[in-house]
């Protein structure tokens, strides 16, 4: 009976835990999207800069696109990571690594796929790059969650592409008009919404391991 009631007791014990690691909700702090707004800022001014005369060819759309998020995500995690314990700061590195790579690697696998449209005479139509663009957004997005669950350790869960995920895909969208439909940005100027993704991205990788506490998950 002793033997018993340890048992159930251990098993209270590790479910209090397990409620309250359900219970913490991440949050988005003000120091993160202070420094992903900076960020950002300083690679407006760098690439007007860098770029000033050069044509806006496909390498050097994704080379600004890249740079404002790289440095979204340094300013999030450098003013997120202020008076933060070691577990914290990693956590936001690693998070900043998996936004950067969920930008990087869809934009290049839709760069790829626009060259080719264009290269190849019977894809060289609107509905080959559409759906392309698409698949290749999809393809890159599942690539980057799957290389970021190689890295992880085996107590941590697994990473899973959520909603708030493919938030940050919305700027392949952006680049695939940007790079294969331009004279929509006549129209439409999407192009504009590309610093505040940024921001939002990057404020999401420095607020990483922040939780809320005695809030339940959505």
């Known amino acids: 009976m002793i033997i018993r009631n340890e ?12 409620n309250t690691i359900k219970n913490k909700k991440e949050k988005i702090n003000i120091k ?3 420094g992903a707004t900076a960020g950002v800022g300083l690679a407006c001014i760098a ?4 770029f000033k005369g050069k044509p806006n060819n496909k390498i050097n759309e994704v080379a600004k696109m890249l740079i404002m998020a ?3 995500n340094i300013g999030a995690v450098a003013l997120g990571s202020i008076g933060k314990n070691k577990d914290q700061k990693i956590a936001k ?11 990087t690697i869809p934009m290049l696998m839709v760069t790829a796929v626009l060259g080719t449209c264009e290269r190849v005479k019977a894809l060289n139509n609107k509905p080959a790059k559409i759906i392309g663009s698409f698949a290749a957004m999809a393809l890159g997005a599942f690539s980057a969650t799957k290389i970021t669950n190689l890295s992880r350790e085996k107590n941590e869960p697994a990473r899973k592409y959520t909603i708030k995920d493919s938030i940050a895909n919305f700027d392949d969208v952006i680049a695939t008009i940007s790079l ?27 607020s990483k391991g922040d939780y809320s506490e005695n809030q339940s998950e959505k």
């Open 7 to 18: 048992l159930f007791s251990d098993f209270k014990i590790s479910k209090t835990k397990i």
């Open 32 to 34: 993160p999207v202070i």
């Open 47 to 50: 690439n007007a800069k860098a």
């Open 70 to 72: 790289g440095s979204a």
């Open 93 to 103: 590195a690693k998070e900043a690594g998996f936004q950067m790579m969920n930008t």
């Open 180 to 206: 294969g439909f331009r004279k929509i940005l006549d129209y439409v100027p999407v192009d504009k919404i590309l610093p505040f993704i940024y921001i939002y991205c990057g404020a999401r990788a420095g």
